[in-house]
């Protein structure tokens, strides 16, 4: 049974979508079967992937407000990663589903005839606190929380962990915390105090493995790459590689 895994921080620009895309390639190359769900309508990991979302077929839209669609019939896959795709239209899947019984765990059902297919099946979350949020929360094991390493780091992390206390208790017992990652670190001592920071907030929660800022993984999406693709021997993809790793690891000891 693969393992679900909620990217998610309300707070937006984190590297949420940057780690989906990237964690999932580094997962791959450690000969992990990954599927990458784009629960966004920002359709950023979508396109980062070179998919033309203006163009779909069909989407994670169809997938969450159309019973007969499934997962399967919006897979697409891009070097060695299976994604299903979002389209901006996913904004409607707010409203959508707001009136109908079960909403909360639509993303769960949609899941499932594909749990089995892979080793981690990431969801990248949008920056918001809605349905689709809940939605992704609901139907994954873990939540990975990116942090960026700058500016005030924990602001708007209360808000994700009290969103976690409340999926627990409502919706998904077994939701744990999978790990902090801090990204987007900079050599500065702004940077080494937000660390020490969260350090003290999440304790051992927080990955030994840090990304740093990197141009590379900001040009990698316009390429319709990921940082492997992209720049292999960046330091991206080895601050990546080295995450792809740790997962694993905390996956094995788990
Ligand atoms: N380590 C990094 N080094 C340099 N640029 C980065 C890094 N991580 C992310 N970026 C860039 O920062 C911006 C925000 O990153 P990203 O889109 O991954 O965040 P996000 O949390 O998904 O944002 P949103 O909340 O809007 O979905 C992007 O332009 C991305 O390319
Ligand atoms: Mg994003």
Do not use: W
Not at 96 to 116: D, M, N, Q, Y
Not at 160 to 173: A, F, G, P, S, Y
């Amino acid at each position: 049974m693969g393992l679900a895994v909620a990217i998610s921080n309300m707070k937006g620009g984190t590297g949420k979508t940057t780690t989906a895309m990237n964690l999932g390639a580094g997962l791959a190359r450690l000969g992990q079967r990954v599927l990458l769900v784009d629960a966004d309508p920002q359709s950023n990991l979508s396109a980062g992937l070179g998919i033309d979302v203006q163009n779909l077929g069909a989407s994670m839209y169809e997938v969450l407000s159309d019973r007969d669609t499934s997962i399967k019939d919006v897979l697409v896959t891009r070097d060695g990663l299976d994604i299903a795709p979002s389209h901006i239209n996913m904004v409607a899947v707010e409203i959508e589903l707001s009136t109908r019984i079960g909403r909360e765990r639509t993303l769960t059902k949609a899941l499932e005839p594909v749990r089995r297919d892979y080793d981690f099946i990431l969801i990248d979350c949008p920056p918001s606190l809605g349905l689709i949020t809940i939605n992704a929360l609901a139907a994954a094991d873990s939540v990975l929380i990116p942090i960026q390493g700058q500016y005030y780091a924990l602001y708007g992390v209360s808000q994700i962990m009290q969103t976690i206390d409340i999926v627990r208790t409502e919706l998904n017992r077994k939701l744990d915390v999978l790990g902090v990652i801090l990204t987007q670190v900079t050599p500065t001592r702004l940077a080494k105090e937000v660390i020490e920071d969260v350090r003290k907030y999440f304790g051992d929660k927080v990955f030994n493995t840090m990304i740093h800022q990197n141009i590379r993984l900001a040009e990698a999406p316009a390429h319709g790459t990921h940082i492997f693709g992209y720049d292999p021997i960046c330091r991206g993809a080895e601050d990546y590689a080295s995450l792809a790793s740790e997962v694993m690891e905390r996956c094995r000891n788990a």
